[in-house]
């Protein structure tokens, strides 16, 4: 079963719910094998660390959401910041720090998306978690209802964070897992 996992050429034919067959560390294995066969067509790009367009994309971390390819990116084009959720947390606002003050990055892009799985939990969450481990989260755990509004307040914490030289070019987006379409949200809606 596990070496018919890592021979397929494609995630997507990994069943749903074969969770339990992959066997231990097989998956970081395939992962490690497929380095090799990169890192041998590889050649230095002569790449400068500073991203080519100047900005900062800040996304969900789910599987779905191909960024690179939905926006037309290349290497060496953009930071990525991606958490659950793609909010805008205090560790975002380091990380946008870091990319403006030291890598020249002058505007962010905030991509949440359809059918994320921030929508269905809430911020029992960390009560059960404390419940569970004796020890409460010092995280929110940033769960949302309403997707539009949880895009409108990450702008805002972008727009008013003391941290950020460069706020003017700040926007957010809902990309659909269905359609492969972004939705721009108005900040001002
Ligand atoms: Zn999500």
Redesign the pocket.
Known sequence: MTSTVIGMTTSASVPAGSEAAIAQGAVTDRLVAANEAYADAFSDPGMDARPVLQVAVVA???ARLDLHAALGLKLGDCHTIRN???VVTDDVIRSLAISQRALGTRRVVLI??TN???ETITEDFRHELEMEVGQRPAWAVEAFRDVDQDVRQSMQRVRTSPFLPHTDDVRGFVFDVKTGRLREIDPAA
């Open positions: 969900c971390m789910d659950a959720g793609g949440h998306h994320c799985g921030m």
